[in-house]
């Protein structure tokens, strides 16, 4: 069974600072790994969608690393600001099911 | 092109009343998934399907729940008898049809599901 774990569960910084969450998987048997935006009470934003044959994928100033052997992703954010305050999710898409797994995020908070 | 929608976005039930929450995928998709969030919780696969098709249903409840896909218009996710623990956000996405692994889900904005 594919499980997904994401820290740290929280996270609060100042603004500037450069920050990583982490992302976690059991079952290195995936299609690809995606990373995700959630505002309170609002949708899903996708933010990076790394394939299983990939290494990074980095879109500004964010970049997913994916290391599918040790069962690891990491999202970097560069130079934070407080419009980047929402919950990161991290979810897997498992070989051989039709679905993706979600972690239950990291909800970070960038301070003016 | 349209992303994928849900209607309605928000939806308010009494105990015992029945609840439709709809999804029309992105255009040119024919795979459509149904998630469910629970408070403080993350997503939760629920079901999977096709055009008049249901694939994996392994994580919908056993009772009460049911998810349709017709050959014409939305896919629909039906509660029948709601209770209070039915309160959550039901997200849909959609995806083409799959072919070697580069495949992404599309979220739709989710319905959020307050039971009375």
């Known amino acids: 069974k594919q499980e997904v774990t994401q820290i740290p569960a929280a996270l609060s910084v100042p603004e500037g600072e450069n920050l990583v969450l982490n992302c976690s998987f059991t079952?290195?048997?995936?299609?690809?790994l995606q990373w995700f935006r959630q505002d309170p009470g609002k949708g899903l934003t996708s933010l990076l969608l790394?394939?299983?044959?990939?290494r990074e994928q980095t879109s500004g100033r964010l970049n997913a690393s994916l290391d599918k052997s040790s069962g690891r992703s990491t999202l970097y954010i560069a130079a934070s600001q407080p419009g980047d305050s929402a919950t990161y999710l991290c979810?897997?898409?498992?070989?051989?099911?039709?679905?993706?797994?979600f972690g239950t995020g990291t909800r970070l908070l960038v301070s003016p | 092109n349209a992303g994928v929608m849900q209607n309605p976005r928000h939806l308010v039930r009494r105990r015992g009343q029945e609840a439709r929450l709809r999804c029309s995928p992105m255009?040119?998709?024919?795979?459509v998934y149904w998630y469910r969030q629970l408070p403080e919780e993350g997503l939760k696969f629920m079901v999977y399907?096709?055009?008049?098709?249901?694939?994996?249903e392994s994580g919908m409840p056993k009772e009460r729940f049911s998810a349709e896909f017709p050959k014409e218009g939305p896919s629909i996710l039906r509660i029948q008898q709601v209770v209070r623990g039915d309160s959550a956000a039901y997200f849909c996405?959609?995806?083409?049809?799959?072919?070697?692994?580069?495949?992404?889900?599309?979220f739709g904005p989710g319905t959020r599901l307050t039971v009375l």
């Open positions: 996405a959609s995806s083409p049809p799959l072919a070697g692994g580069n495949n992404e889900q599309f």
């Open positions: 079952d290195s048997a995936i299609y690809n």
């Open positions: 790394i394939q299983s044959s990939q």
């Open positions: 979810a897997v898409w498992h070989t051989g099911f039709q679905k993706l797994v």
């Open positions: 255009k040119g998709h024919s795979h």
């Open positions: 399907l096709q055009k008049e098709n249901i694939i994996d």
